[in-house]
């Protein structure tokens, strides 16, 4: 696995139904993460961008607002309330939302994935994406999350199948998700994780016949987000009868975690992000900025 910076951790928050829940703890609640876009009006500064936090849509389903636990500079957390007629859900149905988040750079611990680093199919292509390609993710560890402050925790995996083919979501959800198939232990608590992956070392043949393989890596290489934890996949394991080991006859099973993590695609992402409504939304923000400044010069 790649060396994971301290500053990644700082992507991460987390999310509670309520404030009282955030304050104190409590176990309900999923994983989010802070995106960024760049600003586009060619007379900003390249380094302005608008912040998002993401998550899954099931994770907000029902809620009148949700709590967002994010660490402070100074130390200790700040807990932000997102009603939820200021998240954007996808207009396909898909298992992503993304809000503006209301923070202050200059209080609250932060960091963002740039959209830059969103895995597309063409930089899979360029880098050779496979399964077998490790990945990592970080989130909400519900029963060891960090009382006085957020810890995110990382888990790594292997990329298992790429088709991204449809898995259904019922009954949570009604929805058929398109879905990357990874080998890593998610659990309850994880769901709206980002998903990292980076490129793995390999073995290229000899440019001279019979000569030794080449195994070619990269050390430090680039890190893409691969896209968003929605959960993982459940084996059912039917209840035997102790004298016979026949299942019993009600049907009655036991569900168990198949260490199969199921991602959205990171190109989802990038299409939310792209909608009319964001987009109109970021240019009218862009539009606010840079008034002013005109009007000044033209004084």
């Given at each position: ?94 298992d992503l939302a993304a809000a503006s988040l209301p923070f202050d750079p200059a209080r609250h611990r932060h960091a963002a994935v740039n959209r830059s680093m969103m895995l597309t ?64 232990r998610s659990l309850s608590g994880y769901s709206g994780s980002p998903v990292f992956i980076t490129p793995s070392p390999y073995i290229d043949k000899s440019p001279e016949p019979g ?86 010069e033209e004084a």
């Open positions: 696995m790649p060396h994971i910076p301290n500053e990644w951790l700082d992507a991460v928050v987390y999310l509670y139904p309520t404030e009282e829940d955030a304050r104190r703890g409590a176990r309900a609640g999923a994983t989010a993460f802070i995106v960024n876009v760049p600003a586009e009006d060619a007379r900003l500064p390249r380094n302005v961008a608008h912040h998002y936090v993401v998550t899954n849509v099931h994770a907000i389903d029902g809620r009148a607002s949700l709590a967002v636990r994010i660490n402070l500079l100074a130390g200790g957390f700040d807990v932000l309330t997102i009603p939820s007629t200021a998240w954007v859900t996808h207009p396909n149905g898909d199919q063409e930089l899979r292509d360029h880098w050779g994406f496979s399964p077998g390609d490790e990945v990592f993710f970080i989130g909400r560890y519900v029963d060891h999350e960090g009382k006085a402050h957020n810890v995110p925790t990382v888990r790594s995996g292997i990329v298992s199948a790429f088709p991204a083919e449809p898995i259904s979501q019922r009954p949570g959800r009604d929805h058929d998700q398109e879905t990357i198939l990874v080998e890593a000569g030794p393989p080449i195994v070619r890596g990269v050390t430090g290489g680039p890190c893409f987000l691969l896209g968003i934890d929605w959960g993982h996949h459940s084996w059912r394991e039917p209840v035997r009868d102790r004298l016979t080991g026949r299942p019993l006859s009600d049907g009655s099973f036991v569900s168990g975690n198949s260490g199969m993590m199921l991602v959205v695609p990171a190109t989802k992402l990038i299409s939310l992000l792209d909608t009319q409504q964001l987009v109109e939304i970021r240019q009218a923000a862009e539009q606010l900025i840079v008034q002013p400044a005109v009007e000044g």
